[in-house]
């Protein structure tokens, strides 16, 4: 069973940055495409960027250009770099594969962005 931990969130100020990290458990992020997705207060969770295997990247329009997505496939970590934060990042931030049916979910780590 993969189990996947998500950590580096934090309350930071408008305009700032944080650098997530998801550790799995299992060296199973190699050979899939790998996906952050976050959950803001009171709404449904939604995908913020994919990176696949042979390294492309994908984000939502909400996040281009502020956000990178990158994999260290031997240390088994997906990694989400967050620029110009705004307060509308504010959410729990979750990565999982791609397709369906994902992995068990993480516990997701936690973003606040104040204006």
């Known amino acids: 069973q993969v189990q996947l931990v998500e950590s580096g969130g934090g309350l930071v100020q408008a305009g700032g940055s944080l650098r997530l990290s998801c550790a799995a458990s299992?060296?199973?992020?190699?050979?899939?495409?790998m996906a952050w997705y976050r959950q803001p207060p009171g709404k449904q969770r939604e995908l913020v960027a994919h990176?696949?295997?042979?390294?492309?990247?994908i984000y939502a329009d909400s996040v281009k250009g502020r956000f990178t997505i990158s994999r260290d496939n031997a240390k088994n970590t997906v990694y989400l770099q967050m620029n110009s934060l705004k307060p509308e990042d504010t959410a729990v931030y979750y990565c999982?594969?791609?397709?369906?049916?994902?992995?068990?979910w993480g516990q997701g780590t936690q973003v606040k962005v104040s204006s």
């Open positions: 299992a060296t199973i992020l190699r050979v899939t495409t």
């Open positions: 999982n594969k791609l397709s369906v049916p994902p992995f068990p």
């Open positions: 990176i696949t295997i042979g390294g492309i990247t």
